[in-house]
């Protein structure tokens, strides 16, 4: 018999079981109901119930006889309490069979069971022997209800706290990731997520809408939906769906203009994953858009020494009086392009000229282009300076010294442009000064050695014709010897 | 009125007698025939190896051994002595076209089977003298201590350690230990400045000896004429000013070789970098370095690379031996069969070398 044929037969004798008990008076139940107690309770809500999904689905057995000893009998494949990973396989049989879940009138998607065991939840307990989650850890056992049941504890306005049963529980985290915060839900409740969530808002990000719900991975596993490099395409899920988001009334573009920002094309093109993501700016469980006066500590993060200048530096005062925000008033934020020299000075794409104006703002108009013209100038003497060296190079003179002084070259404007920051021109011509004198040496060690190039062939020429001239008179002595020699004979 | 030149040359002579060095020169004479021009592949050989000698002093002078200082003295040698970039590249240069007159110079005498009684000396001299020549080239290549010099230093020991039994120990003292490290750079220049210019002297010595001593080989053809009817020349000073005529215009292609391909440094040795792709020997371990790819991993019961080794190491041990198994020859016949064996090995050696070089 075919594998498929088999299949179907066990899905039929199991359907067959399960229904025909359920058409039945559930035995099991009417007794149960005798005794009382809570599952019997809450299994009457569950949606198994509804169903028509008896006892004995979960717990085996024969749910059809009112005799105990046969309802409860091991031969007929009563299980009694389902323990450890025993659980979750009680809810595969039907929850990972597409055909069950047809018979049963219900359109979920299976394979969660699989999901589960492949994901860090799917990984052995502590004492282990089961694995650390089962499907009754979020969903309960008895009064199961729909997942889009705002009873059930998977619910968007539930699922915090489910999750931080265990998330927020710092006993329990430390004997499985003693590193991970468990302070998550105290973050959250301080995000936009969080707070509208908490009023009530079933649309907003949760656990599961990051994390996803069965195939949850550590976020430094490149299959987690928050590794570095997926994070935007998780956030863009929501927040690029402009009929989704439109009640919120923010913009859809920031996942497009993100993706070819430079901090986009280093995470997304070239798999950078130290460039930032969204969370790197916004924060992850407690994500906020930074407040204006705070921006340059956010790009600070990783931006440093700009910062630091930019917050010595008297643009900072002038921002904060115009409520400009910090970095991204000259920058941008998400759709920040790679900074080169066109940005400052007084042309039309330089950001100066926005606020120094010539007639209004001389002084800055002229730091700006004085600036502007010393960093043009550090740049062609760079490019002059790796030119000439690359000259030499191909000409097959050894002249690595110079070409590992261009990193000095390269080093100091970058440096300068970091010292733009400081706005102070002082400080900058210092800098680009250091970067002149560092490839002015450069330039001349390597027009010494295009010199030497062309000093060694006139020298080989010169060689040559001495040597050429030697070995002619030599031939024309040797004749004379031997002619000398031949009529000496004679 | 004696002139100072000949006041000078009295005052030698009364010393160190030079008159009956001239004279013994001034009986010497080469043969000459169609052959002759193989002859002065040896003077040639000497000439480089003398370049090699003035040339490798010259960058003593500059050159430090040692992981952390031999690659940088180096690029100190090429750009910023003054014509230490000459002396370096020509010392390169000169290194490999030793070796290449050497096998010519080998070659040639295989042929004219100058090697027959009374020459078994010469010979042998003159091949462990080409050996030596191999180790020179191998020791120096890793002086410099770059990327490839390297990785060819670790796959040639590598090679070694293959053979059996005596193998293991020979590769841990060539490298000074397990691995390719600074202890391997301090041996090797030690064998490159020390040992292997002493032992080559010793066989130089005697190879001059005995080639002044017997003079040069008459070709086989030759033996049934009468002395008188050969015709030959004047060692001194005929065939000595050919000699340097010829050593003029090789120093000349040297000069154009530094000059026009001076020889790269490359990149500095890093024990813990991959190997880059297509490591390759010096050419003249080529046509061996192909051979072994070849052999396939097994043979019966051996191992194909150790298989491999021994036939090399066996052959030429045989080719070192040829006068004492070419009877034939030293009794003045003919002997195809070692024309035959020759033949093979110049082709076998250049048409893997050339696939060596393509591959």
């Known amino acids: 018999m075919r594998p498929y044929v088999r299949s179907l037969a066990a899905a039929f004798i199991a359907f067959s079981a399960i229904l025909s008990a359920a058409s039945a008076q559930d035995k099991c ?60 396989k009680a809810c ?72 931080t049963k265990c998330h927020g529980d710092p006993a329990f985290m430390r004997t499985y990731n003693p590193s991970l915060p468990v302070d998550q839900l105290e973050k959250y409740r301080t995000s936009v997520h969080g707070m509208r969530n908490l009023k009530g808002d079933a649309k ?38 402009a009929k989704y988001m439109k009640e919120y009334k923010i913009p859809t573009d920031q996942y497009e203009k993100f993706s070819r920002s430079v901090h986009g094309v280093a995470l997304l093109k070239k798999h950078d994953t130290g460039a930032p993501a969204c969370n790197s700016c916004h924060g992850n469980h407690a994500a906020t858009p930074p407040g204006v006066n705070s921006i340059s500590k956010v790009c600070g993060t990783c931006h440093a020494l700009n910062a630091d200048l930019f917050s010595s530096s008297p643009h900072k005062k002038a921002f904060d009086e115009r409520k400009l925000p910090e970095c991204e008033t000259c920058h941008g934020k998400h759709d920040i392009i790679v900074a080169t020299n066109k940005l400052l000075g007084v042309t039309q794409e ?93 330039r001349e060690e390597a027009v010494d050695a295009l010199d030497e190039y062309v000093f060694r062939r006139i020298g080989l020429g010169f060689a040559t014709l001495a040597i050429t001239i030697l070995v002619v008179s030599l031939y024309l002595y040797i004749r004379r010897i031997e002619r000398r020699q031949a009529t000496g004979a004679e | 009125m004696k002139t100072l030149w000949t006041k000078l040359y009295d005052w030698i002579d009364e010393r160190v007698e030079l008159g009956g060095l001239i004279e013994f020169m001034g009986k010497k004479y080469v043969p000459v025939n169609r052959h002759s021009v193989w002859y002065y592949f040896g003077g040639v050989s000497l000439f480089l190896f003398i370049i090699q000698v003035v040339t490798g002093i010259l960058l003593l002078l500059y050159y430090k051994s040692g992981e952390q200082l031999a690659f940088e003295s180096i690029q100190f040698i090429m ?86 039994i005596v193998g293991k120990p020979i590769m841990v003292f060539l490298r000074g230990g397990e691995d390719v490290t600074g202890a391997t750079l301090s041996r090797f220049f030690g064998f490159h400045i020390a040992v292997l210019p002493g032992l080559f002297t010793v066989l130089l010595g005697i190879h001059l000896l005995m080639v002044q001593r017997q003079g040069m080989s008459e070709p086989m053809e030759r033996g049934d004429q009468p002395a008188a009817e050969r015709q030959r020349m004047p060692f001194f000073p005929n ?103 020759g033949i093979f090995v110049i082709f076998y050696i250049i048409i893997l070398t050339v696939i060596g070089w393509i591959v």
């Open chain 1, 204 to 241: 907003v990000a949760e656990c599961a809408s990051c994390h996803g719900s069965h195939d949850i991975f550590p976020v430094k596993d490149p299959r987690s939906s928050i590794y570095a490099t997926n994070v935007p395409q998780t956030c863009s899920h929501c927040h690029s769906d």
């Open chain 1, 29 to 88: 139940l009417s007794c149960h109901e005798g005794v009382g107690g809570k599952p019997v309770e809450l299994f009457q809500r569950d949606i198994h119930h509804a169903k028509g999904v008896t006892c004995a689905g979960c717990h085996g057995g024969n749910s059809k006889t009112d005799d105990m000893e046969k309802a409860m009998d091991k031969n007929a494949g009563y299980i009694g309490v389902p323990k450890g990973d025993e659980i979750s």
């Open chain 1, 350 to 442: 330089a950001v100066c000229s926005r606020c120094h104006s010539e007639s209004q703002n001389a002084k800055g108009f002229e730091a700006a282009r004085g600036m502007r013209s010393l960093i043009d100038s550090l740049e062609s003497q760079e490019k002059t300076a790796v030119s000439l060296v690359e000259e030499a190079e191909q000409k097959g003179m050894e002249i690595s010294e110079a070409k590992f002084k261009l990193r000095d070259a390269h080093q100091a404007r970058l440096e300068s442009r970091t010292m733009v920051h400081s706005f102070n021109q002082e400080r900058f011509k210092e800098v680009v000064a250091k970067g002149l004198g560092v490839t002015a040496s450069v």
């Open chain 2, 79 to 164: 750009s910023k002595v003054q014509f230490g970039w000459l002396i370096r590249s020509i010392h390169s240069w000169t290194a490999n076209l030793f070796i290449l007159t050497a096998m010519i110079h080998m070659f040639s005498v295989y042929f004219e089977k100058s090697y027959r009684k009374p020459r078994e000396v010469t010979w042998v001299t003159g091949m462990l003298m080409l050996f030596l020549a191999l180790g020179f080239g191998f020791s120096g290549y890793l002086l410099p201590w770059n990327e490839l010099a390297f990785f060819a230093t670790k796959v040639g020991t590598d090679i070694a350690g293959a053979v059996p």
């Open chain 1, 92 to 163: 595969a049989k039907c929850h990972s069979s597409a055909e069950m879940m047809k018979n049963l009138h219900s359109s979920i998607p299976t394979g969660q069971f699989e999901k589960l065991q492949l994901s860090v939840h799917g990984k052995l307990a502590v004492n282990g022997k089961e694995r650390i989650v089962q499907c009754t850890t979020c969903h309960n056992a008895h009064g199961i209800v729909s997942v889009h049941s705002a009873a059930s504890p998977v619910f968007p306005l539930n699922i915090v706290k489910t999750c």
């Open chain 2, 239 to 341: 065939f000595l000013l050919r000699d340097l005529l010829l050593w003029l215009i090789v120093l000349n292609l040297l000069a154009i070789l530094a000059v026009f391909f001076p020889w790269e440094l490359g990149k500095k040795a890093d024990a813990f970098a991959s190997a880059p792709a297509g490591i390759k020997p010096e050419w003249y371990f080529l046509f061996m370095f192909q051979t072994l790819k070849y052999i396939p991993g097994k043979i019966l019961f051996v191992d194909g690379e150790v298989l491999g080794i021994l036939l090399f190491g066996l052959a030429g041990l045989l080719w070192m031996l040829v006068p004492f198994w070419d009877w034939k020859s030293s009794r003045g016949e003919r002997n195809r069969f070692v024309n035959y064996v």
